[in-house]
């Protein structure tokens, strides 16, 4: 753990004021869920909680499944970071930040795919700029958006078209209703 030398007092409420600086750091945005830990030394410690992050080795497994099926790159995220990666090296996006790009899609709730000859370039994680986005879907779960199944590549070039955005739609419906059960 890192001190900060910030110290808060807790209100009649039981609340206490995360500084703004430490949100922004972190990306904790207002709603955004939180887990409460404790230990035997008295240390109250407050994570960032991520529901997909719960689905992890399923996540795995699925673009594992996936990859296979479609040849490309698969990543599973949820807001902050990749939590499942197959056909690439895992280290290259293993528990990365994801890009602005990805998080502007999320917040959008739409549907990323590459035109053909389209020149923009989507990064998946901040310094993976080998790997272009083909095609993201964001994961919705009860009208919220955590996390995103997305199609990458290393050709820029790559064409990929309705069917891997109806593979990557499918798996972001099926693991966004494994989440509301």
């Known amino acids: ?79 902050d970071s990749v939590i499942a990666v197959s056909g690439a090296p895992k280290r290259e996006f293993a528990q990365k930040r994801v890009s602005e790009d990805l998080e502007k899609v999320m917040e959008d709730k739409t549907t990323f795919m590459m035109q053909p000859g389209d020149n923009r370039k989507m990064a998946v994680v901040e310094g993976a700029d080998k790997y272009t986005a083909g095609v993201v879907v964001p994961i919705l779960s009860e009208g919220d958006t955590i996390g995103t199944v997305v199609f990458l590549s290393t050709d820029p070039g790559a064409q990929m078209g309705e069917v891997e955005n109806k593979l990557a739609q499918s798996a972001a419906g099926f693991l966004g209703k494994q989440m509301e059960q």
Do not use: N, W
Not at 14 to 22: A, F, M, S, T, Y
Not at 33 to 54: A, H
């Open 1 to 79: 753990m890192k001190a900060t030398g910030i110290v808060r007092r807790i209100d009649d409420l039981g609340r206490v004021v995360i500084p703004k600086e430490i949100r922004r750091t972190m990306r904790i945005r207002e709603g955004d869920p939180l887990e409460i830990f404790t230990d035997r030394e008295g240390e109250v410690i407050l994570k960032k909680y991520s529901p997909i992050g719960e689905l992890g080795d399923f996540a795995l497994q699925y673009a594992e499944t996936l990859s296979k099926t479609s040849g490309h790159i698969i990543c599973i995220t949820d807001k």
